[in-house]
């Protein structure tokens, strides 16, 4: 675990239940994504909150008024001032990826890093959730896609430790070492 993920467990943690006890751990899921987006996007707004001699109440005071603009929840502004006061807006997109984690675990959800040679079709992407589903013990499979114009074809999916390599690269890898083996 990095010192960021560690910093930013405990809040994650906290959101989590109290979206859950309220029914919307998916609308908190979006906002803390967007939230994260617009701090990171942000140089100077980056630069702000990472300014020690700032006070803490003004920090929540600017995190609360970009909440407005984004129109987010009271829970997610609320959210969103404590963080900058408590000195973790820098923390906010792993707090994010964290809560996303969250939420997925409650679901029996996973993520799957997909690189592709080429953009999946609709029935390309359903078959290859419903495989990976089935490897993964029934759990139901997010694809986070991505085109890798390296790949001669075929697809990488990466799901924390596994790996499934479809590429034609790896094939031809894989035929290379064996023939090296004789």
Known sequence: ????????????????????????????????????AAFAGDPDLIAFFQRPWIPAATKRTVALELAARLGVSTLTRDFLGLVARQGRADHLAAISALFRQLVDEDLGRVRAAVRTAVPLTDADRQQLQQRLGRALGGKQVVLDEKVDHQLLGGFVAEVGSYLVDGSLDGQLQRIGERLARG
């Open 1 to 36: 675990m990095t010192l960021d993920t560690a910093a930013a467990a405990p809040y994650a943690r906290a959101l989590h239940a109290l979206a859950k006890e309220r029914g919307e751990t998916d609308t908190i899921g979006r906002e803390l994504e967007t939230s994260a």
